[in-house]
């Protein structure tokens, strides 16, 4: 679709930059179990899959910087906290491998079926980056679904952790769908059919994986969204992990690398 | 000179980590245009976010640019058309074999992890082989072992379009 009409652009604007800055801030965590893993098999995953999402966050900034925004290291490297829309569970810190495994699960999930909806976009750039992040994502999931299942039926400690954490990441989670301002432009035009279909989709695919392992979504009465990511509000837990991401790049932001 | 020839040319670039396969062989030259002098090629990446995407460019430029009949090139990564394992070329093959890395299956579509599981060890072509990782030390690749010759070694991984 052309893009000549200043509503729609907004709209894709304020999505991508929600979509990039969750890469990049998983991103950002999962790199930090490497050299950390419980296992080197895992510490190679979780450094593989950093490395994805990383790399896929850049061509999302890419798309940013063709609708008029800044270059994407300048994006990625020189905003602060209030800047970022990514959403409160992605900048968590790591934790103990169960929070990890729970929130890699959880949030690729989302992100997988977000890419699959976008396969459909009319904004045809996207639609095409879609196509292709479908393909890599579902190693993601893949991997998530394969060792949840496994541990949620190991033993009484293995079930038990994941559950806990479960019942405590399960709001965060939410929060990955809080609707956004342009909601209903992107609907309209095609664009995205919103997060409230997302989040249906994603219920839908995630409830019948964890019941089967056993495992207990909490009751819908006591869910809260944890919302505020979306709109530059976060937790203390992001400007630090910006710091420290940004610390080579401030050195010189201007050097060639 | 013209496309045809400008792709034999690119046979010469080799991927920066695969140095036997070369990088139209690997399916990532998706396009090739020359008019009066001015060469066009469009790249696919593989994965996304593969760190070679960048030096893959510069590899066809400076390749190109020492053609006298091509006065100007003009290089662009798009994901205008998805690439999947599918495009890497029977030569391809062959190429990732000698550099000890089992070929993806092709066709693989909604690939599974007993997909993944059945690969032939590169070295001694058993069945007889492990499942070690999903991931490898790049994007690009699985890890097993060989339970025939008691070796490890890597598969490049099957992505579908």
Not at chain 1, 71 to 87: G, K, L, M
Not at chain 1, 147 to 161: D, F, M
Request: aromatic letters at 8%; a negative charge.
């Amino acid at each position: 679709m052309d893009f000549f009409n200043e509503a729609h652009v907004n709209a894709a604007k304020e999505m991508l930059y929600k979509m990039a800055d969750d890469q990049l801030i998983i991103g950002h965590r999962n790199s930090e179990w490497t050299g950390l893993g419980p296992l080197l098999e895992e510490d190679i995953a979780f450094s593989s899959m950093a490395q994805d999402k990383i790399g896929q966050s850049e061509h999302l900034y890419g798309l940013l910087h063709e609708l008029g925004e800044s270059e994407p290291d300048t994006v990625a490297f020189t905003r602060n906290s209030p800047q970022f829309h990514c959403s409160q569970l992605v900048e968590l810190p790591i934790g103990e491998y169960d929070f990890s495994l729970i929130r890699h699960f959880l949030f690729d999930f989302a992100e997988y079926l977000r890419f699959e909806m976008l396969v459909n976009s009319s904004y045809e750039n996207l639609a095409n980056i879609a196509k292709k992040y479908k393909g890599e994502i579902k190693y993601h999931t893949m991997h998530a679904n394969t060792w949840v299942s496994q541990l949620a039926q190991g033993n009484e400690e293995s079930k038990s952790r994941l559950q806990n954490q479960l019942n405590d990441v399960w709001n965060l989670a939410l929060g990955i769908f809080e609707p956004g301002p342009h909601e209903g432009v992107l609907i309209d035009s095609g664009i995205f059919a919103g997060e409230e279909a997302l989040k249906a989709e994603w219920l839908s695919a995630i409830v019948p994986l964890l019941t089967k392992m056993g495992l207990i979504i909490p009751a819908e009465s006591t869910w809260n969204p944890v919302y505020g990511g979306r709109t530059g509000e976060h937790s203390d837990h992001l400007q630090p992990l910006l710091d420290e991401m940004t610390e080579v790049y401030s050195i010189d932001p201007s050097a060639d690398w | 000179m013209n496309p045809e020839k400008i792709r034999e040319i690119l046979k010469e670039v080799k991927d920066p980590e695969i140095p036997t396969i070369s990088l139209v062989d690997l399916g990532i030259v998706t396009d090739i245009q020359f008019s009066k002098g001015k060469a066009d090629i469009e790249l696919t990446p593989t994965f996304a976010g593969c760190p070679a995407l960048k030096i893959m460019e510069d590899l066809v430029r400076d390749r190109l640019v020492q053609e006298p009949d091509i006065t100007e090139v003009h290089v662009v990564t798009t994901f205008d058309k998805q690439w999947s394992t599918d495009m890497i070329t029977e030569d391809g093959h062959k190429a990732l074999l000698q550099h000890g890395l089992s070929p993806p299956k092709r066709n693989c579509g909604n690939f599974s992890i007993e997909t993944l599981e059945d690969t032939a060890c590169p070295f001694c072509s058993s069945k007889d082989t492990t499942l070690n990782n999903t991931f490898g030390p790049t994007l690009c690749r699985t890890m097993h072992y060989c339970n025939n010759c008691k070796q490890a070694f890597e598969g490049f991984k099957p992505v579908a379009s």
